[in-house]
């Protein structure tokens, strides 16, 4: 399907109206923007870092009253208490780096209570192999929507609208250059094309490869 969004911000706000949609993140897009009418409680987005995961569910907690988002490796004992006050729960980079008896209870909990859960995680959880296996069985209820890498074509839609809003024009020779000498994120892209506009800027200079290659080897 056609992209859509808007502006490319540089500050770590994680606005909707800021966060670029695509058909490499459509599903899990949509699912964060329709709750809480989801077909289940629990939700695991997995892919790789720079994505756009955080970004979701920075979506996601402005859309709920009784919500709190937390790094996976913060999680203690006094979470379980917390899910009594919540109406989601929202861990970020679960990386195996929960105790396997504190998530299965965490999820006990949820269960009980019947609230919401979002996790956030690198690869997909059902396809970790858990030494606990009720912890297992509880993983299995959870919906899963990976995201991919954006595209070259993506990335090209995102490099031209970001700087037309400053009204530059490059050669699309440049911008291939780019796509294939910064690493296939979202932040990374646009922390590379803030400094390549701050640099071009701060010297006077149009952009060009010679410019483009001094903020590579920063």
Known sequence: MDQLTFKFPFSKKYYEQDFFVSNNN???YK?????????????????????????LAKILEKKINKVKLIEAKDIKNEIIQDLNNLECLIIDSYNRNIDEKLLYSILNESKQLENYILINSISSMNNT???????ES????????????PTDDLLKVVISKMLSDKQISINPKITDFIINNVERS?????????????????????????????????
């Open 26 to 28: 459509f599903s899990a």
């Open 138 to 149: 509880r993983i299995g209820s959870f919906l899963f929507f990976g995201i991919e890498p």
């Open 31 to 55: 699912l964060v923007e329709n709750w809480p009418n989801w077909p289940g409680c629990w939700l695991n987005i997995f892919g790789p870092k720079g994505s756009g995961k955080t970004h």
């Open 186 to 218: 979202y932040d990374k892209m646009f922390k590379f094309l803030k400094d390549v506009d701050e640099l071009s800027l701060s010297t006077g200079k149009s952009i060009n490869i010679n410019l483009i290659k001094k903020v590579l080897n920063k």
């Open 129 to 135: 192999n858990f030494k606990l296996k009720d912890l």
